[in-house]
């Protein structure tokens, strides 16, 4: 988990807000990695995917993982596709509603 820099849900929430504000290529350098760990589209959507799961097992399914979830793969999605003003927003309705979710 150390990889994305979160390691419970309180800290996804934090994830999922950099990964909004740098998508799709303002990803500030990483340290003491190699090229092929630096940050990329790529790299930030599979962080998401991952810190979606880590919520699930640290408090359980809960109906808005599957929104998220959903939502993450339509940024994606639009991302790819150039719709840049349509991914960031897809982020920023899955950070509404994971803000509702209590964390530690």
Do not use: N
């Not at 349509?86 to 309705?93: A, C, Q, S, T």
């Amino acid at each position: 988990m150390a990889r994305f820099g979160f390691s419970d849900l309180h800290s996804f929430k934090d994830y999922v807000v950099f990964a909004q504000t740098c998508a799709p290529d303002r990803f500030p350098p990483r340290e003491g990695v190699g090229p092929e760990e630096q940050w990329t589209l790529d790299l930030a959507f599979e962080g998401l995917r991952l810190g979606l799961r880590m919520a699930v097992e640290e408090i359980g399914e809960q109906p808005t993982f599957a929104i998220c979830r959903q939502l993450v793969a339509e940024a994606y999605t639009h991302y790819r596709e150039g719709r840049m003003r349509d991914g960031f927003f897809k982020l920023e309705e899955m950070q509404t509603l994971l803000k509702k979710i209590p964390s530690a």
